[in-house]
Antibody, heavy 121, light 107 residues
Framework: EVQLVESGGGLVQPGRSLRLSCAAS????????MHWVRQAPGKGLEWVSGISWNSVSLGYADSVRGRFTVSRDNAKNSLYLQMSSLRTEDTALYYCAKGGGRYLYFHMDVWGKGTTVTVSS | DIHMTQSPSTLSASVGDRVTITCRASQSISSWLAWYQQKPGKAPKLLIYKASSLEGGVPSRFSGSGSGTEFTLTIGSLQPDDFATYYC?????????FGQGTKVEIK
């Protein structure tokens, strides 16, 4: 069974950092791009970042560029999101999602259940 | 950046109705568009990719069409399980922009 399990969320003060992880199983992880998508409470979906199968191509939403860094460890079947200079508007449920192919130009066909990040003083 | 606009924002319909949701892109995205369904407290679920390709396991009452800047998601005969929020998403560029969502409510 294809599965994505996010972890690392929590309560953090504005300006601090947090690292999210996503553990993948049930598919050949290094054959697919991976993405992070977030959803603020009561709001819609916002694509945050994506990374190609070989980490060569990276993409970021304007709202997080320069503050967030996506990475992956194919040997560990894991995806990461390093979040720094966190703002209250970064408060959201963060989903990990599997791309439909190796590159960023694909849909997202499998989603995790998400991990909650709350930025508050 | 490519901006995606869905309409309507909310739709009230009855079981058995044919429902259509529209998604417009601010510039051409060819057919690089997906549709997702999200129910409260759940992760989104992929329904349609490449504008009109049905994801495996998704009922055939769901269909997608369009190319360029205008796209539609159609539910042929609305079922009780279909009341949810639907999102379009473009993946023509490195930023996978979503539409703002369309909530399908029971009339």
């Amino acid at each position: 069974e294809v599965q994505l399990v996010e972890s690392g969320g929590g309560l953090v003060q504005p300006g601090r950092s947090l690292r999210l992880s996503c553990a993948a199983s049930g598919f050949t992880f290094d054959d697919y791009a991976m993405h992070w998508v977030r959803q603020a409470p009561g709001k819609g979906l916002e694509w945050v970042s994506g990374i190609s199968w070989n980490s060569v191509s990276l993409g970021y939403a304007d709202s997080v560029r320069g503050r967030f860094t996506v990475s992956r460890d194919n040997a560990k079947n894991s995806l990461y999101l390093q979040m720094s200079s966190l703002r209250t508007e970064d408060t959201a449920l963060y989903y990990c999602a599997k791309g439909g192919g190796r590159y960023l130009y694909f849909h997202m066909d499998v989603w995790g259940k998400g991990t909650t990040v709350t930025v508050s003083s | 950046d490519i901006h995606m606009t869905q309409s309507p924002s909310t739709l009230s319909a009855s079981v058995g109705d044919r429902v259509t949701i529209t998604c417009r892109a601010s510039q051409s995205i060819s057919s690089w568009l997906a549709w997702y369904q999200q129910k409260p407290g759940k992760a989104p679920k992929l329904l349609i990719y490449k504008a009109s390709s049905l994801e495996g396991g998704v009922p055939s009452r769901f269909s997608g069409s369009g190319s360029g800047t205008e796209f539609t998601l159609t539910i042929g005969s609305l079922q009780p399980d279909d009341f949810a929020t639907y999102y379009c998403q473009q993946y023509n560029s490195y930023s996978g922009t979503f539409g703002q969502g369309t909530k399908v409510e029971i009339k």
